[in-house]
């Protein structure tokens, strides 16, 4: 497995399955354009299997976090370490920018992705309750 991280819409476009939908590629180029967004594929034989994207968050008492913003990898490639290299890709980057540390909102039930997350060093402190608005 290769990781890189994405710097151009193509990539984004060629990994267009892995995401929940069509790439558009202006917003692709809007993601890729603004700092503090970050966006890992992991490959195999030169085939895209896999992302994490992260946007860093800055706060005047806080400093800065990252948010780990979406984790993917296509079926066939599940339960092969690729999800936690990709978690510990972003962490390393997380921390190679200073961010104090990283956070992820993970949907009620979804043990899958919490054993992920456990797996890579993450720990669920039983804390949150996300809250959300719909604009459309």
Request: with cysteine; hydrophobic share 40%.
């Amino acid at each position: 497995m290769e990781m890189r991280r994405a710097g151009t819409v193509g990539e984004l476009t060629a990994a267009e399955y892995l995401f929940d939908d069509p790439v558009r590629p202006e917003w692709a180029q809007r993601f890729l354009d603004a700092q503090g967004h970050h966006l890992f594929l992991a490959y195999e034989d030169g085939s895209p299997v896999g992302f994490i994207s992260g946007v860093e968050t800055v706060h005047p008492d806080k400093g800065t976090e990252m948010f780990l913003y979406e984790l993917a990898v296509a079926e066939p490639f599940r339960r092969r370490g690729i999800g936690r290299a990709l978690i510990r890709e972003l962490a390393a980057l997380a921390r190679e920018r200073g961010c104090y540390g990283m956070w992820v909102g993970v949907d009620t039930g979804n043990d899958v992705a919490l054993a992920t997350y456990r797996s890579a060093g993450g720990k669920d402190d039983g804390s949150c309750t996300v809250v959300t608005w719909d604009f459309e």
